[in-house]
Nanobody, 124 residues
Framework: QVQLVESGGGEVQAGGSLRLSCAASGRTFSYYGMGWFRQAPGKEREFVATINGNGARTYYADSVKGRFIISRDNAKNTLYLRMNSLKPEDTAVYYC?????????????????WGQGTQVTVSS
């Protein structure tokens, strides 16, 4: 069974930075694509970023492109999301997700496992 545990959330002022981590266990981490999604109060969950199994390919939502960086350390079975130049509209619960295959995907149905989420709050 795959387990995903996020950490690194918190409260930060606009313009600040945070790094989220997602520790994975239960299967060979490098075989699968990973993603980050987020859900703000009263809104649907939305795609943020995705990375393929070996980390060579990444893809971002337009709203975070140029500010967020997704990466992975397959030796440590850990996924990261570096968030720079944070804005109040980035406030949400951020979820780590493990894909059903090796590739990137922006579609939530392509992910079979989800973490419990970590709160990110950006104050103006």
């Amino acid at each position: 069974q795959v387990q995903l545990v996020e950490s690194g959330g918190g409260e930060v002022q606009a313009g600040g930075s945070l790094r989220l981590s997602c520790a994975a266990s239960g299967r060979t981490f490098s075989y699968y694509g990973m993603g980050w999604f987020r859900q703000a109060p009263g809104k649907e969950r939305e795609f943020v970023a995705t990375i393929n199994g070996n980390g060579a390919r990444t893809y971002y939502a337009d709203s975070v492109k140029g500010r967020f960086i997704i990466s992975r350390d397959n030796a440590k079975n850990t996924l990261y999301l570096r968030m720079n130049s944070l804005k109040p509209e980035d406030t949400a619960v951020y979820y780590c997700a493990a894909g059903r295959n090796y590739y990137t995907s922006s579609t939530s149905s392509e992910y079979g496992y989800w973490g419990q989420g970590t709160q990110v709050t950006v104050s103006s």
